[in-house]
């Protein structure tokens, strides 16, 4: 088992930058995959970004090029760096976590059912 927190969320104007934070209670590195994943009112949650037990990342195409997922094995912590944010990315951000997923598909990747273990989430606001 795996507790999630995030934190790092907060408000910024377009074209500006933030970089959330997932502090996982142990060790992820190796054990599990990990994921970022977005939810704006009245919209399902949707899936931004995914790391592997081998740090082999990939990205939702309406974040690529903008927003980079990464960890720190030393500290149990999953990032997410935002750049370039727009009004459209306002939204609770969440990370998740899985075990068991040395073999996967980049769609299941960014999928919620496929996640067992979820933070609580952090709101990031984008003014225009």
């Known amino acids: 088992q795996v507790q999630l927190g995030e934190s790092g969320g907060g408000s910024v104007q377009s074209g500006g930058s933030l970089r959330l934070s997932c502090a996982a209670s142990?060790?992820?590195?190796?054990?599990?995959?990990l994921g970022w994943f977005r939810q704006s009112a009245g919209k399902e949650r949707e899936g931004v970004a995914f790391?592997?037990?081998?740090?082999?990342?990939t990205s939702a195409d309406s974040v690529k090029g903008r927003f980079t997922i990464s960890q720190d094995n030393a500290k149990n912590t999953l990032y997410l760096q935002m750049d370039s944010l727009k009004p459209e990315d306002t939204a609770m951000y969440y990370c998740?976590?899985?075990?068991?997923?040395?073999?996967?598909?980049?769609?299941?990747?960014?999928?919620?059912?496929?996640?067992?273990?979820w933070g609580q989430g952090t709101q990031v606001t984008v003014s225009s």
């Open positions: 790391i592997d037990l081998d740090g082999m990342t």
């Open positions: 998740a976590a899985r075990s068991g997923c040395t073999y996967y598909n980049t769609y299941s990747a960014l999928r919620t059912w496929w996640y067992v273990y």
């Open positions: 142990r060790d992820t590195y190796g054990a599990y995959c």
